[in-house]
């Protein structure tokens, strides 16, 4: 069982930054596959990032070039760097860990971004 927790999320002006964190239980987060999502209303959800076990890296066509995935083996925390944020981007954000059937979801940090 893993738990995740979110935060890092806030109000923000176009053109700023924010630095989402995800804090995993437990001591396998190594292995897993992470991810961050996003919501906004009315909208399905959205795939933004993907950092694999290995580390490999990909991004929705969206938010290449200015969002930056990362994740800190020791620190159990996966990371997600939003830079040249725009009113588009703002959502709920989830992260999630996964490995084969096991998946997992955080509840979200909410993202607001205002022109």
């Known amino acids: 069982q893993v738990q995740l927790v979110e935060s890092g999320g806030g109000t923000v002006q176009a053109g700023g930054s924010l630095r989402l964190s995800c804090t995993a239980s437990?001591?396998?987060?190594?292995?897993?596959?992470m991810r961050w999502h996003r919501q906004a209303p009315g909208k399905q959800r959205e795939l933004v990032a993907t950092?694999?076990?290995?580390?490999?890296?990909d991004y929705a066509d969206s938010v290449k070039g200015r969002f930056t995935i990362s994740r800190d083996n020791a620190k159990n925390t996966l990371y997600l760097q939003m830079n040249s944020l725009k009113s588009d981007d703002t959502a709920l954000y989830y992260c999630n860990a996964l490995r084969g059937l096991r998946v997992y979801w955080g509840q979200g940090t909410q993202v607001t971004v205002s022109s």
């Open positions: 437990g001591n396998s987060f190594s292995i897993y596959n």
């Open positions: 950092i694999t076990s290995g580390g490999s890296t």
